[in-house]
């Protein structure tokens, strides 16, 4: 192999004795040969470490050393440098003031690259040394945050994917359109970059100047993406062609199911509804992840006597479990838990739910239909003659509903379901507004479980935070907790691994026991406001205790314990 005259940071990394002549002559063939810069191959070879390099070039140029980290992906100027630049020459762009541009790069002496910036740019470029393996994930996430393009999606695992629709229970493959391949391969990899990204739901919106993407994780929506306007009819016809839908049907709301296979051995299903907007359809998808209906009680986030309540509750042989929240509150996940803990050979479940989320082996599930005839009550009288042991009402919408329920859960059956109410005294009061006799409530009520997710904090780079002990006594903490309490909050620009300083949620609960204290007020028709007094006394704790106490634990912030609980 000829020898390479080698010059500036590479001849200064060999005077440093960090390289040797030859590795570094063999590196720099290497790089060319793979066309990629000289740094991005020794640190991707581990031949020299990105922080050594990064302090050689900071003192051979006299150039200061920057954290890239700082930056969020969405504060940097997007569509300014053309992404094909950014990933040929291993560059990132921070920020714009005038006519200069300061690129971020991790081997100031690329003047090709610079060079090649400016004329595609017309500005004036100034380099801003980075470490090389910061400004990998930098750029990363600044493509991820700004891929809005239907081209040049290279993303090999769009070519595996295997997506059908499923109509009435049967899946049919709805094949690829040839026609529209770019629209196919941005929709396939929306879906496939939602799942990697832990998200909850996609919205596909269209407006009257602009079209965009957004996904919720960890319950905050954000933008991912902005396709052009021209191509709203054709997502949305995509989106309804995956989901089984009928494509001609423009004026009404339509719903849907998407299974996309994404290896042999895992398949991710997609609920789908679209709705007629103002200017067009928005379709909005739900992630169903079969894998959340079995993270154990462990992983959702009961304080160790919660949890002991609703394990005594579900080993009891009648009675009546409700758990309440607002929609996105993760109830069906908590009764999906429930219903896996007694899910054994020995007994008989059968759950009615609008529509089926997840499917659980072992379970008879059925989707309600008013179409059909079969509403909550007529699933709920049909499976009282199916020998049931277990019943799940997915919601008590109506006074006959409740009815059913309450007579099930009265005469040796295990009945579960939701409400939507805001805490456990109000889903007592709720059901006696419906016209359900106070004496069956206080009889066939064993638990309710009101519940909401927070945003979990990052635990690599969760920070401490100061705050004044009469500030934290009037947030509701105790005068003992607020002389000795460690409150953290995210940190303001998050890390690689999270999202601004969030990464995943957790469960804060109120679990409310029908003791006979509690069933004397509900007989007597006492309001939420006695209920509650008579909880607190029984030592239950209401959702803001709760909250109060995954903040002292460092689990979440007292910023998004106040977002979730505070009415």
């Known amino acids: 192999m000829a020898n390479i005259i080698l010059t500036g940071l590479a001849k200064r990394l060999v005077d440093d004795n960090l390289l040797e002549e030859s590795i570094a002559s063999a590196a720099y063939q290497q790089a060319s040969k793979q066309k990629i810069p000289f740094v991005t191959h020794l640190v991707q070879s581990n031949t020299v470490s990105a922080a050594d390099i990064a302090r050689v070039a900071s003192d051979e140029f006299g150039s200061p050393l920057f954290d890239v980290t700082a930056f969020a992906p969405d504060m940097l100027p997007k569509a300014l440098v053309d992404e094909k630049l950014i990933r040929k020459h291993h560059t990132l ?335 007592l009061t709720r059901l006696i507004n419906m016209g359900v006799p106070a004496f069956n409530i206080a009889t066939s009520v064993n638990l309710i479980i009101a519940q909401r997710l927070g945003r979990r904090l990052c635990s690599k780079c969760k920070v401490r935070v100061d705050i004044p002990e009469h500030t934290l006594i009037e947030e509701g903490f105790t005068e003992e907790q607020a002389k000795s309490a460690e409150i953290y909050g995210p940190s303001e620009h998050g890390c690689d691994s999270c999202n601004k300083g969030y990464k995943g949620r957790v469960g804060i609960y109120e679990v409310v026991k029908i003791t006979p204290g509690l069933s004397r007020i509900i007989m007597e028709e006492g309001n939420a406001i006695q209920i509650a007094e008579q909880a607190k006394k029984e030592g239950f704790k209401d959702l803001r205790t709760s909250g109060l106490l995954k903040a002292l634990q460092g689990v979440t912030s007292l910023e998004e314990v106040n977002r979730v609980t505070k009415e």
């Open 93 to 427: 762009p921070l920020f714009k003031r005038g006519t200069r541009l300061f690129v971020a790069v991790a081997d100031p002496t690329n003047l090709v690259a610079l060079d090649e910036i400016r004329f595609n740019t017309g500005l004036t470029v100034d380099a801003i040394l980075v470490e090389e393996d910061k400004l990998a994930r930098a750029i990363e996430k600044f493509l991820d945050a700004s891929d809005t393009s239907l081209g040049d999606l290279e993303d090999e695992e769009l070519e595996g994917l295997d997506v059908s629709a499923v109509t009435d229970d049967k899946e049919e493959e709805t094949g690829s359109d040839a026609d529209d391949a770019p629209v196919v391969k941005f929709v396939n990899k929306m879906l496939l970059s939602a799942i990697k990204g832990g998200s909850s739901d996609l919205h596909f919106e269209p407006y009257e100047r602009s079209y965009r993407v957004r996904f919720r994780t960890d319950g905050m929506l954000h933008e991912v993406a902005r396709p052009p306007i021209q191509l709203a009819p054709r997502l949305a016809s995509r989106l309804k062609i995956m989901s089984g839908m009928d494509i001609a049907e423009k004026r009404v709301p339509q719903d849907g199911r998407i299974k996309m296979k994404i290896s042999k051995t895992k398949a991710i299903d997609f609920r789908v509804n679209t709705l007629p907007t103002l200017w067009g359809e928005k379709v909005v998808l739900r992630i169903l992840d079969p894998t959340s209906a079995q993270m154990g009680i462990d992983a959702l986030g009961y304080e160790e006597d919660q949890k002991k309540l609703y394990m005594d509750c579900l080993s009891q042989p009648q009675g009546m479990i409700l758990v309440t929240g607002p929609t996105g509150s993760g109830k069906t996940v908590s009764l999906y838990t429930g219903l896996n803990i007694l899910n054994t050979p020995e007994v008989n479940i059968s759950t009615a739910e609008d529509p089926v989320e997840i499917n659980l082996e072992g379970i008879n599930q059925v989707n309600v239909s008013t179409k059909r005839g079969m509403d909550f009550s007529n699933a709920l009288r049909a499976f009282l003659r199916q020998d049931p042991d277990i019943i799940m009402v997915g919601e008590i919408r109506d006074l006959e509903t409740a009815n059913i329920a309450i007579k099930a859960a009265q005469t040796g059956h295990m009945v579960m379901s939701t409400l939507h109410t805001n805490s456990a005294p109000e889903t």
